[in-house]
């Protein structure tokens, strides 16, 4: 009885180590399972961290290219068939060519602009890109582009954006249409004052020989947003300098008068002229100096050679045939300007543009103020 008590005793023992083991298995096993599955998720949380920071650029440059899409265009002009112009503008990616395309588009014209990007940029007219009334042409005007055949071809009319430049150093005062002008054709300015002169004379002169219609647009001093800072003209050379507190530099004693013209005003009809508003240079850069609020002197250079004493157009001509005369006040346009000018200063990598004299031209000839 008692062996067999002990056999039951023994047997039981071996289940319960039996049932204990089995129970131990199981609980080692459930946290393994736990522990595998926390470190699966854990990798797949990982995984999943790194997956986003790959993707969330990704993402943010699909969200810019779809925003460029459906770029919104400034607000363009419905123009029946009959009505819509398409006009090609040499040089529309330049300063004046840029705002002019402007004017055009939002009229509901179809523009084509031909640049090489010299002095232009991209930037200038970037806002039309895409726009189905637009079109860009990077090309170089020297390279055949047939554009006066064009003309004629389709009746088109041809305005050549000529300048006050044609004037030379007036001996007339103000300047008006019939004026000859007084050229010295071998100075350090003719290049630039005869080769308009020469580009008038031809566009007339195809005129009276093929029948094209032609106008021509005798430009005076123009100024505001997109000019170049370095194109060395006196309104962005005063207003950069004044914004960087350097000093203004005068060619000569500061006597010299300009008419100078927001840019606006040239596009108001066709052909645009001058602002006959007359200043003194010497007005002038203390009027930007005003505006910026610059504490930097007013340098006084040597003369520049050939540099016009006068210059103020006489619009009477253009106020009583196409009923045209500019409104924006100047310093409406030069507060626009200097807004515009400390802007591209911030767009600068260096946030530095200086305009600085260069004796060796100014002997040879003198920074650009048409
Ligand atoms: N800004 C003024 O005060 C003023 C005054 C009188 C006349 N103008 C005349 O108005 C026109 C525009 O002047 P702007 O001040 O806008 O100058 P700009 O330099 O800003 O514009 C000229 C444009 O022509 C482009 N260009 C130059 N050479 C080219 C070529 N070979 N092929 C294709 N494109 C070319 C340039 O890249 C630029 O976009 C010029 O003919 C200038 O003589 C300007």
Known sequence: MRRLLTA???RMMKLLIALALIAYVASVWGNFVNMSR??????????????????APLRDKIR????????????????????????????????????????????GHEVTVVDNFFTGRKRNVEHWIGHENFELINHDVVEPLYIEGLAKRVGA????????????????????EDYWGHVNPIGPRACYDEGKRVAETMCY???KQEGVEVRVARIFNTFGPRMHMNDGRVVSNFVLQALQGEPLTVYGSGSQTRAFQYVSCNLLSSPPQGNPEEHTILEFARLIKHLVGSGGEIQFLSEAQDDPQRRKPDIRKAKLLLGW?????????LNKTIHYFSKELEYQANNQYIPKPKPARIKKGRTRQN
């Open 64 to 107: 810019d290219l779809e925003k460029s899409f459906t770029q919104k265009y400034p607000p363009v002009k419905f123009l029946s068939e009959k009505d819509r112009k398409r006009i090609l503008i040499t040089g529309g990616a330049g300063f004046v060519g840029s705002h002019l395309t402007d004017k055009l588009m939002m009229d």
């Open 205 to 207: 002169a195809y005129m």
């Open 38 to 55: 926390s470190i699966q998720e854990n990798g797949e949380q990982k995984m999943e961290k790194k997956i986003e920071e790959v993707i």
């Open 8 to 10: 039951i005793n023994r």
């Open 325 to 333: 005369e500019p409104v924006v006040p100047l310093e409406e346009g």
């Open 157 to 176: 009319r041809l305005l050549l954006a000529s300048t006050s430049e044609v004037y030379g150093d007036p001996e007339v005062h103000p300047q008006n």
